[in-house]
Nanobody, 126 residues
Framework: QVQLAESGGGLVQAGGSLRLSCAAS????????MGWFRQAPGKEREFVAV????????YYADSVKGRFTISRDNAKNTGYLQMNNLKPEDTAVYYC???????????????????WGQGAQVTVSS
């Protein structure tokens, strides 16, 4: 099991930027793919981005492609989500999650992830 904790959320104006961090502890973080999901009020949780255990592969939802960048530093057991050109529709609670690599790609469905953080609120004002 991997314990995950997000940080870096907050309030930002449209067009601004935020960087979320996901600190991992427990089992070897580098063996897990790391994903980001988000859930807006009244909506289902949706996939945002995923990065492979080696950071060699990334995959993004169309809604964030070109604006968000996922990365990780396995030496620091930390993953990141850099969010640029934020829009009001990006407002949501953002969750990081870890998934054991099983040879499939991309890992974009929430049931593929075994461990989740508590979430970080991101609010984008217009």
């Amino acid at each position: 099991q991997v314990q995950l904790a997000e940080s870096g959320g907050g309030l930002v104006q449209a067009g601004g930027s935020l960087r979320l961090s996901c600190a991992a502890s427990g089992r070897t973080f580098s063996r897990y793919a790391m994903g980001w999901f988000r859930q807006a009020p009244g909506k289902e949780r949706e996939f945002v981005a995923v990065i492979s255990w080696s950071a060699g592969y990334t995959y993004y939802a169309d809604s964030v492609k070109g604006r968000f960048t996922i990365s990780r530093d396995n030496a620091k057991n930390t993953g990141y989500l850099q969010m640029n050109n934020l829009k009001p529709e990006d407002t949501a609670v953002y969750y990081c999650a870890a998934a054991i690599a099983r040879g499939t790609w991309p890992i974009s469905r929430d049931y593929e992830y075994s461990d989740w953080g508590q979430g970080a609120q991101v609010t984008v004002s217009s």
